[in-house]
């Protein structure tokens, strides 16, 4: 179209052939007016000039079509002139028209020839930029990454780009000679047609995710839609078609569906809720779980204050704090909430922070943690029972040795009876105090003096016994245990050492390492004198709680050092046992 419309904006110019052609007419009609004067006579003069000029000045242009009306108007003249002799007013006027038509018809024509001409250069600019943008469709329809087709509303392929025919394995030439229909899987077909149909319902377009089917007989997931033309009636048949290959995204997307359907079963499976808290707007969006474990009815989102009509007032702040952005990334917590029943469940949150946009969130999962901690306390309970128990037995074994060694330690004077009784019972009930007061450090303070003191006081007036230390006051738990370190001692002296020797020595000191209180203490219990010594190795309880085989009840550093002639154990306690 553009080269036609250039050829004759061309031909209509000055050429050799229109000036050939111009004289040919200009004489052709001088001719015909000569010959027109002769047979018609004055009345038909000049007028067989009028398709002349208008030949002219298509053909030549203004100026010449001038020209020739002038040389036609002499041509006239001369031809009445030689015809009657002479030139009449009339033969006058008829030239004097001539002259001005062939002028006004040379201008108009002038100015239609410049109007077409530019009309020309226009509709050729026009052309030029329909077809460099046709030229720059072709090039992304070509290259690009999704399939691009046309097809009439019948399904058949008119034309295909480089990827569609990439992803089927069809060439151009064997897609052009299938219907769309044919690509698609049959189970998809039914899609296709609802999009055909709802084009047919003058919808702009329409898509699908349906299987393709690949020359091979493979498939694949693609995005399909159509687009009508509806606005070009030339095309009103075409139907524009893209595939978008969506095959890995599917997949990720099944794996995805597939990896949330685990996660909810998990959760599900270990009564566990999620929960997201948005720093921005103050608000706590949970799973169904979730708020069941609060007791509260499920809904999408609460406002964070209103937790407090459930949580524990103590607990509150933890949960209030979490608003504040931290410095941890991770987020644990322990909480109480009152239920609706009047029962209290402690509650575990954790999670962490995380960023969406420019909104900071803290996203975790929440457990009922009230049978577990139930379970645990019960557990502890019955464990320090049990130890309540071996302690007891341990103790209970351990005094009948020490009454018999009290028996034989105490001489009745003169073979006073009375007498003996009242020093044996007044030491069986310096004994029981020993006991009553391991029984009361199970759950009070007490100063390490006393207890030495307790512990040896059944002999002090038999045996030789020295203790000497600074004051220092022991914390409930560590005063027990350590008052059972000493009745271990004392129990161990009296089976086989200087407590069960007439001529034995016990000292017992406790002083700062360093010389500094802020030190660990060290304490010694030292016993001189003849000692039983057996050739069983025995490992029991009384070793357990003195170190010997593990860590002491309390302390570190334990040594014992045995010989025919006395004892020798030390323990250090570090100022963090001892400190309230």
């Known amino acids: 179209m553009g080269s036609f419309l250039r050829w004759l904006n061309s031909s209509v110019s000055g050429t050799p052939l229109a000036h050939v052609a111009s004289i040919l007419v200009l004489a052709a009609s001088v001719v015909f007016e000569a010959t027109n004067s002769m047979h018609v006579g004055q009345d038909g003069a000049f007028i067989s000039f009028i398709p002349a000029i208008i030949v002219i000045v298509y053909l030549e242009g203004r100026v010449a079509a001038i020209t020739a009306t002038l040389v036609m108007a ?22 004097i028209l001539l002259l001005v038509s062939g002028g006004v018809i040379a201008s108009i024509f002038h100015r239609l020839r410049q109007d077409l001409r530019a009309a020309l250069e226009i509709a ?43 992803m089927t394995g069809y060439d151009e030439n064997e897609l052009s000679q299938l219907q769309l229909e044919a690509l698609v899987h049959p189970d ?3 899609a296709l047609l609802e999009l055909l149909r709802g084009l047919g319902d003058g919808a702009a377009s329409f898509g699908a995710e349906v299987r393709l089917l690949r020359k091979d007989g493979t498939t694949f997931w693609a995005r399909l839609t159509l687009s009508s033309s509806w606005h070009e009636q030339l095309l009103a048949e075409s139907v524009f078609v893209v595939v978008d290959d969506i095959s ?21 499976a270990g009564r566990l809720g999620t929960w997201q808290i948005d720093f921005k707007d103050g608000t706590v969006m949970g799973s169904g779980k979730f708020w069941d474990i609060l007791g509260l009815p499920p809904v999408p989102t609460r406002r964070l204050e209103e937790l407090s009509a459930v949580v524990h007032p103590a607990d509150w702040p933890k949960l209030a704090a979490s608003i504040k952005k931290s410095s941890e990334a991770n987020y644990d917590t322990e909480i109480r909430v009152r239920r609706g029943d009047g029962h209290v469940r402690w509650i575990a949150l954790r999670g962490r922070e995380e960023k969406h946009g420019d909104r900071p969130l803290r996203i975790g999962v929440a457990a009922d943690l009230t049978e577990r901690r139930q379970t645990t306390l019960l557990r502890a309970a019955v464990k320090k029972r049990e130890r309540t128990m071996l302690e007891d037995r341990h103790r209970f074994s351990n005094v009948f040795p020490v009454i018999t060694a009290l028996v034989k330690m105490i001489n009745a004077p003169e073979n006073n009876v009375v007498k003996y009784k009242e020093m044996l019972i007044d030491r069986i009930r310096t004994l ?13 303070s007490g100063e390490l003096h006393d207890l030495v003191a307790q512990e040896l006081q059944p002999f002090v007036e038999t045996r030789d016994i020295a203790v000497a230390g600074p004051s220092v006051m022991m914390p409930a738990g ?13 129990t161990n ?57 593990g860590a002491p009840l309390v302390g570190h550093s334990p040594k014992l050092e045995i010989s025919e002639h006395g004892l020798r154990y030390s323990l250090r306690l570090s100022r963090k046992e001892i400190e309230f």
Do not use: P
Request: proline share 0%; net charge negative.
């Open 124 to 166: 050729e600019a026009r052309l030029a930029a329909v077809e460099a943008t046709e030229s720059r469709y072709r090039w992304a329809f070509e290259r690009a990454a999704m399939g691009f087709a046309n097809t009439n509303r019948r399904g058949e392929l008119l034309q295909s780009n480089r990827r569609l025919c990439e």
């Open 432 to 444: 029981e105090a020993t006991h009553l007061l391991l029984s009361r450090h199970a759950g009070t």
């Open 478 to 490: 560590a005063a027990e245990s350590f008052a059972m370190i000493l009745h271990e001692l004392t």
């Open 248 to 268: 890995e995204r599917r997949t990720a997307r099944e794996a995805l569906r597939a990896q949330k359907e685990w996660l909810d079963l998990a959760l599900s």
């Open 188 to 190: 998809g077909r039914g």
């Open 74 to 95: 002499a041509a006239g003249l001369w031809a009445q002139s030689v015809l009657n002799g002479q030139i009449s007013s009339e033969d006058w006027t008829r030239a």
């Open 493 to 549: 002296s009296v089976k086989y050492g200087a407590l069960g020797d007439s001529h034995g020595r016990v000292e017992v000191n406790w002083g700062f390492g360093s010389g500094e209180a802020g030190d660990d203490i060290v304490f010694d219990w030292v016993e001189s004198g003849q000692r039983k010594i057996t050739n069983t190795v025995r490992h029991g309880f009384g070793s357990m709680i003195i170190g010997m085989d």
